[in-house]
């Protein structure tokens, strides 16, 4: 891969909660600008893949680079200083704070974060709703708050934990279209994602891990001829 277009490399990462060892080697690379998935099963290591990206696990050791910076040994806040946004399955919105009072809440973390105008424009629901309890919208709209409030930050490598479960068709629709956009201003993706038929037509390329380490990598022009094969790896 071009050094130069290479906006994530992880290399030989371990990680640890407590004393379980969950990934046992992880090797993956993101150009800029290119989304990529992480597939499998659960209890794969999917999401601790991004957790410990983020710095968010007990232990890790090996390499990530993001951006040409080694950010294995950083605590959580410094990896969030590189640009990065994490978001988590869990949503983490602060239930007694309004729509758009969580949307004032993230701190700068680089220039060309969205604007409020331009968070409503993508998410016409949350314009509608910004004096809304953060308990009081839907899930569908959380998830949305959730994924504005990342955009907000001028974060330029998205982290994003299954940001489709449990969620109806029309939202994830919108969720796709999000998605779409913010590939087009060049942002750099990597998500993690149950919903096949979501990110087949938004990834670059895909990742399966099993057992916490990459078995199988697909692009987008080989979804076809390795249909069987994804099927066989994701398949409960």
């Known amino acids: 891969m071009n050094a130069a277009t290479e906006y ?134 959380q998830q949305m708050l959730a994924l504005a409030r990342v955009l907000r930050t001028g974060a330029r490598l998205l982290l994003l934990d299954e940001i489709t479960e449990g969620l109806a068709p029309v939202i994830v629709q919108t969720l796709g279209r999000a998605i779409a956009k913010l590939k087009s201003r060049d942002l750099t993706i990597v998500m993690v994602e149950q919903n096949f038929r979501f990110v087949e037509s938004l990834a670059d390329r895909h990742y399966v891990i099993e057992q916490g380490q990459v078995v199988e990598t697909v692009a987008a022009d080989e979804l076809q001829a390795k249909a069987g094969l994804l099927e066989r790896y994701l398949s409960v």
């Open 8 to 141: 994530l490399r992880v290399a030989g990462l371990h990680a640890y909660y407590g004393e379980s060892h969950i990934l046992h080697g992880i090797d993956f690379e993101v150009r800029r600008g290119e989304l990529v998935s992480l597939l499998g099963r659960n209890g794969a290591g999917r999401t601790t893949t991004l957790k410990a990206i983020m710095g968010l696990t007990d232990r890790r050791t090996g390499s990530i680079m993001i951006n040409g910076t080694e950010a294995i040994h950083l605590p959580a806040h410094r990896v969030a200083r590189l640009r990065v946004g994490y978001c988590p399955e869990e949503r983490g919105i602060f239930s007694s704070l309004s729509a758009e009072e969580n949307l004032l809440l993230p701190p700068v973390v680089g220039s060309g974060g969205m604007s409020l105008d331009e968070i409503y424009e993508m998410f016409p629901n949350l314009a509608t709703r910004r004096r809304s309890q953060g308990t009081r919208l839907s899930g569908g709209e």
